[in-house]
């Protein structure tokens, strides 16, 4: 039997949620003679591994030493989403004046049930991602323990000897800790642990401006914390097109979000049992002083005590090294998810995982290229910005000349409406011709609408035919269509032009 996880508070939705994804009583099969695949790991590069194989009739053995489901479910996509939604709605209900519907003055937040619904909301979907249903409808041998590599076809875990034809590494990553002074005596937050507060922090310091960093940023200054983000850079978000993040500090200056940007953490220390910041920024010292420090600053690939060097297979601080298609220097180990990748999503890490079945079982049929794949990713503020393909930067690096077409979501009917106008569609197309090579959308819902920019660029359709695509009115993915009709007059030459106006005043006589 395996040690349960610490996961607090120890209510009825934690311990529903360990029942399913690490549950007490759970006694590990005998293993077979020999698996076609042996998955170690089971976030979600690993679970659909696993199932995507079993699926088809290969015999899988699953090992996960924490928890099933990874960091999408136990303290990422959901529960973030979770506590996302809660600061929206008590930013809706502040800002209902608008709408004519008159609330209380002062809106309260009562942080204790924000955060039972967030874990009420993980265990619920939980029994997607359980040992017992892997086992059960897949087929699958789950294996709850720590496993690691003995030899370059055999993964031990709690004593007992998996033998494989073919393995994946999808251990995934976790949250970096930067060796600041101090930091680790004062205590601090990540992601996989802030999910456990049950009181809400007065003043809450975010470390790290990027996509974590931001979006709970924002969720808990809505939800009453005073929150300030800290970034060492020029700016936040610093993947991200400069306009749109343009539209998020105007968004967060409005909900109260302090951002500190070309600043650095010297130092943390004690005092009066408040954790005091020691700041510098352009040469100018500064003190903060918070009750909780949450750290966003990146991540880190576990490839700690996984036995790679015996299974010869070649990783760095980066992770696990792999080629374009996703094998490591063991031809019969692949890797897929944050371990080996850059696009740390969940959605990355499950299409990378389908490519590995492919190419490790039905490779004679095709390959299938990391490169190949076409990857979206959303950043999940108010409003959200979702991006797929090239920046403008990056076209440039490449070579290519784009033309890029740009409608404010200001323009759009339904944004109006939904008072909902801030943003915009910003679509990229190679100089001279229709063919889409990125795009950034920053709305409300930018994540939903995104995925037909991206099915455009994966079907190969050009931005002129996404005009003649009728979208319901009013919507505010009629933005995207309305890209396409600035493209299609840009095919208006002076000539063109010049005929039409001679033939309809033909047609006047």
């Given at each position: 039997?395996?040690?349960?996880?610490?996961?607090?508070?120890?209510?009825?939705?934690?311990?529903?949620?360990?029942?399913?994804?690490?549950?007490?009583?759970?006694?590990?099969?005998?293993?077979?003679?020999?698996?076609?695949?042996?998955?170690?790991?089971?976030?979600?590069?690993?679970?659909?591994?696993?199932?995507?194989?079993?699926?088809?009739?290969?015999?899988?053995?699953?090992?996960?030493?924490?928890?099933?489901?990874?960091?999408?479910?136990?303290?990422?996509?959901?529960?973030?989403?979770?506590?996302?939604?809660?600061?929206?709605?008590?930013?809706?209900?502040?800002?209902?004046?608008?709408?004519?519907?008159?609330?209380?003055?002062?809106?309260?937040?009562?942080?204790?049930?924000?955060?039972?619904?967030?874990?009420?909301?993980?265990?619920?979907?939980?029994?997607?991602?359980?040992?017992?249903?892997?086992?059960?409808?897949?087929?699958?041998?789950?294996?709850?323990?720590?496993?690691?590599?003995?030899?370059?076809?055999?993964?031990?875990?709690?004593?007992?000897?998996?033998?494989?034809?073919?393995?994946?590494?999808?251990?995934?990553?976790?949250?970096?800790?930067?060796?600041?002074?101090?930091?680790?005596?004062?205590?601090?937050?990540?992601?996989?642990?802030?999910?456990?507060?049950?009181?809400?922090?007065?003043?809450?310091?975010?470390?790290?401006?990027?996509?974590?960093?931001?979006?709970?940023?924002?969720?808990?200054?809505?939800?009453?914390?005073?929150?300030?983000?800290?970034?060492?850079?020029?700016?936040?978000?610093?993947?991200?097109?400069?306009?749109?993040?343009?539209?998020?500090?105007?968004?967060?200056?409005?909900?109260?979000?302090?951002?500190?940007?070309?600043?650095?953490?010297?130092?943390?220390?004690?005092?009066?049992?408040?954790?005091?910041?020691?700041?510098?920024t352009g040469g100018s010292s500064t003190t903060l002083e918070v009750d909780e420090i949450l750290v966003g600053v990146g991540r880190t690939p576990n490839v700690d005590g996984l036995g790679l060097e015996a299974a010869n297979v070649a990783f760095s601080r980066h992770g696990v090294e792999v080629n374009d298609f996703l094998q490591t220097s063991?031809?019969?180990?692949?890797?897929?998810?944050?371990?080996?990748?850059?696009?740390?999503?969940?959605?990355?890490?499950?299409?990378?995982?389908?490519?590995?079945?492919?190419?490790?079982?039905?490779?004679?049929?095709?390959?299938?290229?990391?490169?190949?794949?076409?990857?979206?990713?959303?950043?999940?503020?108010?409003?959200?910005?979702?991006?797929?393909?090239?920046y403008e930067h990056d076209a440039a690096a490449e070579g290519i000349e784009v033309t890029t077409f740009t409608v404010p979501m200001a323009d759009v009917d339904r944004a109006i409406a939904e008072g909902e106008d801030e943003g915009f569609v910003k679509i990229h197309v190679k100089k001279g011709s229709d063919t889409i090579v990125g795009a950034?959308?920053?709305?409300?819902?930018?994540?939903?609408?995104?995925?037909?920019?991206?099915?455009?660029?994966?079907?190969?359709?050009?931005?002129?035919?996404?005009?003649?695509?009728?979208?319901?009115?009013?919507?505010?993915?009629?933005?995207?269509?309305?890209?396409?009709?600035?493209?299609?007059?840009?095919?208006?030459?002076?000539?063109?032009?010049?005929?039409?106006?001679?033939?309809?005043?033909?047609?006047?006589?």
């Open positions: 039997m395996t040690a349960l996880p610490e996961i607090t508070p120890r209510d009825e939705h934690n311990l529903k949620l360990i029942a399913n994804v690490h549950p007490s009583d759970w006694v590990n099969p005998e293993p077979a003679e020999r698996y076609n695949l042996v998955v170690v790991g089971a976030g979600t590069a690993g679970l659909v591994s696993a199932i995507g194989a079993a699926g088809m009739g290969a015999k899988v053995a699953l090992v996960e030493r924490h928890l099933m489901g990874g960091d999408c479910l136990n303290v990422g996509c959901v529960p973030s989403k979770t506590i996302i939604r809660a600061g929206r709605a008590a930013a809706d209900v502040r800002s209902s004046s608008s709408f004519g519907v008159q609330a209380p003055e002062n809106v309260t937040v009562d942080f204790s049930s924000v955060m039972d619904r967030v874990r009420r909301i993980r265990a619920q979907i939980s029994p997607n991602d359980s040992a017992r249903r892997f086992r059960d409808e897949y087929g699958v041998d789950i294996f709850l323990g720590g496993g690691r590599f003995t030899g370059k076809d055999t993964v031990e875990v709690d004593g007992a000897t998996l033998r494989f034809e073919r393995a994946v590494i999808a251990t995934g990553a976790r949250a970096a800790v930067p060796p600041i002074p101090g930091l680790a005596e004062a205590g601090f937050l990540t992601n996989e642990t802030v999910f456990n507060l049950t009181e809400q922090p007065s003043r809450l310091a975010v470390l790290g401006g990027g996509p974590i960093g931001c979006e709970l940023a924002q969720s808990f200054a809505r939800l009453g914390t005073k929150v300030t983000i800290i970034e060492k850079g020029e700016h936040f978000l610093p993947r991200e097109d400069a306009d749109a993040v343009a539209v998020l500090l105007g968004a967060f200056e409005r909900d109260g979000v302090a951002v500190h940007l070309g600043t650095t953490l010297a130092r943390v220390e004690i005092a009066d049992g408040a954790k005091v910041l020691h700041l510098e063991n031809s019969r180990i692949y890797a897929a998810g944050d371990i080996c990748s850059s696009y740390k999503f969940t959605h990355a890490a499950d299409f990378m995982a389908r490519a590995v079945i492919q190419n490790a079982f039905f490779g004679f049929a095709g390959k299938k290229a990391m490169s190949s794949l076409t990857i979206p990713w959303c950043t999940y503020t108010d409003p959200e910005i979702a991006h797929v393909g090239l950034t959308v920053v709305a409300r819902h930018a994540g939903e609408m995104i995925s037909e920019v991206t099915a455009a660029m994966v079907g190969k359709i050009g931005l002129g035919k996404l005009a003649a695509v009728i979208h319901p009115y009013p919507t505010q993915a009629e933005a995207i269509r309305k890209a396409g009709d600035l493209f299609n007059r840009t095919r208006l030459t002076e000539g063109r032009s010049k005929f039409l106006r001679r033939y309809f005043a033909w047609r006047r006589r």
